[in-house]
Protein backbone atom coordinates (compact mmCIF):
# COMPACT_ATOMS: atom_id res chain seq x y z
CA UNK A 1 0.00 0.00 0.00
CA UNK A 2 0.76 3.91 -0.90
CA UNK A 3 1.34 6.10 2.13
CA UNK A 4 -0.38 9.03 0.64
CA UNK A 5 1.47 12.73 0.95
CA UNK A 6 2.86 15.65 -1.37
CA UNK A 7 5.22 14.75 -4.13
CA UNK A 8 8.47 13.09 -2.75
CA UNK A 9 6.95 11.00 -0.36
CA UNK A 10 4.83 7.95 -1.76
CA UNK A 11 6.71 5.85 -0.65
CA UNK A 12 6.33 1.98 0.15
CA UNK A 13 5.72 0.92 3.81
CA UNK A 14 9.00 0.79 5.43
CA UNK A 15 10.76 3.49 3.10
CA UNK A 16 9.50 6.37 5.26
CA UNK A 17 11.47 5.18 8.32
CA UNK A 18 14.47 4.63 6.23
CA UNK A 19 13.89 7.95 4.28
CA UNK A 20 14.15 9.67 7.29
CA UNK A 21 16.85 7.79 9.38
CA UNK A 22 19.14 8.65 6.41
CA UNK A 23 18.26 11.91 6.56
CA UNK A 24 19.20 11.93 10.59
CA UNK A 25 22.22 9.89 9.71
CA UNK A 26 23.35 12.46 7.11
CA UNK A 27 22.97 15.20 10.11
CA UNK A 28 24.74 13.15 12.80
CA UNK A 29 28.49 13.85 11.46
CA UNK A 30 28.51 17.33 11.63
CA UNK A 31 26.17 17.64 15.06
CA UNK A 32 29.27 15.68 16.63
CA UNK A 33 31.10 18.90 16.55
CA UNK A 34 28.93 20.51 18.82
CA UNK A 35 29.98 18.48 21.67
CA UNK A 36 32.49 21.16 22.92
CA UNK A 37 30.31 23.67 22.95
CA UNK A 38 27.71 21.20 24.83
CA UNK A 39 30.43 20.63 27.79
CA UNK A 40 31.14 24.36 27.73
CA UNK A 41 27.43 25.33 28.01
CA UNK A 42 26.42 22.51 30.21
CA UNK A 43 29.71 23.48 33.23
CA UNK A 44 28.27 27.12 32.45
CA UNK A 45 24.85 26.29 33.61
CA UNK A 46 25.63 24.23 36.15
CA UNK A 47 27.79 27.18 38.26
CA UNK A 48 24.47 29.18 37.41
CA UNK A 49 21.98 26.94 38.39
CA UNK A 50 24.96 25.63 41.13
CA UNK A 51 24.88 29.28 42.78
CA UNK A 52 21.12 30.25 42.88
CA UNK A 53 21.10 31.16 39.24
CA UNK A 54 17.88 29.99 36.89
CA UNK A 55 17.81 29.43 33.48
CA UNK A 56 14.68 30.49 31.58
CA UNK A 57 13.46 28.55 28.20
CA UNK A 58 11.12 29.51 25.80
CA UNK A 59 10.09 27.89 22.15
CA UNK A 60 7.12 27.65 20.21
CA UNK A 61 5.29 24.53 18.85
CA UNK A 62 7.14 21.55 19.23
CA UNK A 63 9.99 23.39 20.69
CA UNK A 64 7.77 24.62 23.11
CA UNK A 65 7.72 20.98 24.34
CA UNK A 66 11.20 20.29 23.69
CA UNK A 67 11.78 23.14 26.04
CA UNK A 68 9.43 21.93 28.58
CA UNK A 69 11.17 18.62 28.34
CA UNK A 70 14.64 20.38 29.19
CA UNK A 71 13.49 21.88 32.02
CA UNK A 72 11.32 18.88 33.58
CA UNK A 73 15.23 17.08 33.54
CA UNK A 74 16.73 19.96 35.43
CA UNK A 75 14.10 20.06 38.10
CA UNK A 76 13.46 16.13 38.29
CA UNK A 77 16.64 14.70 37.52
CA UNK A 78 18.59 12.77 34.11
CA UNK A 79 19.69 10.06 35.72
CA UNK A 80 20.92 9.85 39.25
CA UNK A 81 19.50 11.48 42.36
CA UNK A 82 20.11 15.33 42.26
CA UNK A 83 18.93 18.60 43.85
CA UNK A 84 16.65 20.18 41.63
CA UNK A 85 17.48 22.94 39.98
CA UNK A 86 15.71 26.17 38.92
CA UNK A 87 14.49 26.35 35.19
CA UNK A 88 11.64 28.22 34.22
CA UNK A 89 9.98 26.96 30.63
CA UNK A 90 8.30 30.45 29.95
CA UNK A 91 5.76 28.60 26.97
CA UNK A 92 3.99 26.49 29.83
CA UNK A 93 2.18 29.27 32.18
CA UNK A 94 -0.67 29.31 29.66
CA UNK A 95 -2.66 32.12 31.61
CA UNK A 96 0.55 34.39 31.57
CA UNK A 97 0.84 33.53 28.14
CA UNK A 98 -2.58 34.80 26.92
CA UNK A 99 -2.49 37.69 29.14
CA UNK A 100 0.44 38.60 27.29
CA UNK A 101 0.03 38.33 23.85
CA UNK A 102 -4.04 39.70 24.66
CA UNK A 103 -2.71 43.10 25.70
CA UNK A 104 0.86 43.60 24.44
CA UNK A 105 0.66 41.28 21.24
CA UNK A 106 2.33 37.95 19.80
CA UNK A 107 5.71 39.18 19.60
CA UNK A 108 6.17 40.22 23.29
CA UNK A 109 4.22 36.48 23.84
CA UNK A 110 8.09 35.87 25.83
CA UNK A 111 9.84 38.80 26.22
CA UNK A 112 7.80 40.34 28.56
CA UNK A 113 8.27 37.22 30.71
CA UNK A 114 12.29 37.47 30.46
CA UNK A 115 11.47 40.75 32.01
CA UNK A 116 10.05 39.47 34.79
CA UNK A 117 11.92 36.68 35.71
CA UNK A 118 15.28 37.12 34.79
CA UNK A 119 18.13 38.45 36.55
CA UNK A 120 22.00 39.54 35.52
CA UNK A 121 23.18 35.78 36.80
CA UNK A 122 20.62 34.09 34.76
CA UNK A 123 20.94 32.45 31.13
CA UNK A 124 17.85 32.35 28.52
CA UNK A 125 17.73 29.27 25.78
CA UNK A 126 15.51 30.43 23.19
CA UNK A 127 14.65 26.85 20.89
CA UNK A 128 13.60 26.87 17.56
CA UNK A 129 13.95 25.11 13.98
CA UNK A 130 13.92 28.35 12.09
CA UNK A 131 15.39 30.98 14.11
CA UNK A 132 12.64 33.78 12.55
CA UNK A 133 10.11 33.74 15.33
CA UNK A 134 9.49 37.32 15.93
CA UNK A 135 8.66 35.95 19.62
CA UNK A 136 12.04 34.94 20.29
CA UNK A 137 13.68 37.65 18.99
CA UNK A 138 12.32 40.17 20.75
CA UNK A 139 12.89 37.81 23.94
CA UNK A 140 16.76 37.72 22.88
CA UNK A 141 16.61 41.53 22.72
CA UNK A 142 14.77 41.63 26.16
CA UNK A 143 17.79 39.36 27.55
CA UNK A 144 20.14 41.46 26.39
CA UNK A 145 19.09 44.73 27.93
CA UNK A 146 18.47 43.51 31.28
CA UNK A 147 22.16 41.44 31.19
CA UNK A 148 20.46 38.19 30.92
CA UNK A 149 22.63 35.80 29.34
CA UNK A 150 21.37 34.44 26.04
CA UNK A 151 22.41 31.03 24.11
CA UNK A 152 19.71 29.34 21.39
CA UNK A 153 19.05 26.22 19.72
CA UNK A 154 18.55 26.80 15.89
CA UNK A 155 18.15 25.45 12.68
CA UNK A 156 20.45 25.98 9.73
CA UNK A 157 22.47 29.28 10.23
CA UNK A 158 23.10 31.87 9.72
CA UNK A 159 19.45 33.34 10.63
CA UNK A 160 18.24 36.02 12.28
CA UNK A 161 18.23 34.79 16.09
CA UNK A 162 21.89 33.36 15.51
CA UNK A 163 22.38 37.05 14.36
CA UNK A 164 21.21 38.84 17.47
CA UNK A 165 21.97 35.84 20.00
CA UNK A 166 25.60 35.67 21.30
CA UNK A 167 26.01 31.75 21.26
CA UNK A 168 24.21 29.23 19.04
CA UNK A 169 24.22 25.83 18.62
CA UNK A 170 22.83 25.91 14.95
CA UNK A 171 21.89 22.02 13.39
CA UNK A 172 23.00 22.47 10.14
CA UNK A 173 19.77 20.45 8.15
CA UNK A 174 17.00 21.44 6.34
CA UNK A 175 14.75 19.08 7.55
CA UNK A 176 12.58 20.48 10.67
CA UNK A 177 11.90 17.26 12.35
CA UNK A 178 15.49 16.24 12.14
CA UNK A 179 16.16 19.51 13.90
CA UNK A 180 14.01 18.72 16.65
CA UNK A 181 15.32 15.68 17.14
CA UNK A 182 19.28 16.88 17.92
CA UNK A 183 17.58 19.75 19.74
CA UNK A 184 16.95 16.82 21.89
CA UNK A 185 19.95 15.10 21.89
CA UNK A 186 21.23 18.10 22.72
CA UNK A 187 19.42 18.35 25.53
CA UNK A 188 20.11 15.44 27.02
CA UNK A 189 23.46 15.83 26.56
CA UNK A 190 23.90 19.19 28.23
CA UNK A 191 21.87 18.12 31.23
CA UNK A 192 24.36 15.79 31.19
CA UNK A 193 27.38 18.22 31.57
CA UNK A 194 25.56 19.66 34.39
CA UNK A 195 25.38 16.41 36.45
CA UNK A 196 28.89 15.57 36.06
CA UNK A 197 30.09 19.54 37.01
CA UNK A 198 27.56 20.04 39.91
CA UNK A 199 29.40 18.43 42.63
CA UNK A 200 32.63 20.32 41.46
CA UNK A 201 30.47 23.50 42.04
CA UNK A 202 29.63 22.78 45.60
CA UNK A 203 33.16 21.59 46.36
CA UNK A 204 31.98 18.30 46.98
CA UNK A 205 33.81 14.90 45.76
CA UNK A 206 33.29 13.82 42.03
CA UNK A 207 29.61 11.57 41.86
CA UNK A 208 28.83 12.49 45.52
CA UNK A 209 25.18 13.63 45.30
CA UNK A 210 24.26 13.27 48.94
CA UNK A 211 24.07 16.61 50.73
CA UNK A 212 23.25 18.74 47.46
CA UNK A 213 20.11 19.46 48.18
CA UNK A 214 20.82 21.14 51.15
CA UNK A 215 24.16 22.73 49.91
CA UNK A 216 21.88 24.01 46.49
CA UNK A 217 19.36 25.59 48.82
CA UNK A 218 22.08 27.51 50.71
CA UNK A 219 23.46 28.84 47.53
CA UNK A 220 20.10 30.19 46.34
CA UNK A 221 19.91 31.64 49.72
CA UNK A 222 23.06 33.48 49.74
CA UNK A 223 24.50 30.85 51.83
CA UNK A 224 27.02 29.03 50.45
CA UNK A 225 30.38 31.27 49.48
CA UNK A 226 32.52 30.99 45.90
Not at 10 to 31: I, P, W
Not at 75 to 80: I, S, T
Not at 133 to 157: E, Q
Not at 178 to 202: G, I
Amino acid sequence: MRVPGEAGWDYLGGEVLDHHLTRLAGALDSFREAGAQLERWGRELAWTVGRGGRLLVAGNGGSSAEAQHLTAELVGKLRDDRPALSAIALCADVAALTAVTNDYGYEELFARSVRAHGRPADILLLMTTSGRSPNLLAAARAAADIGVRCWAFTGPAPNPLADICPETLAIGCEDRQVVQELHLVAVHVLCEYVDLELPTVLGLPAGEAGGLSATVAGCARGQVGG
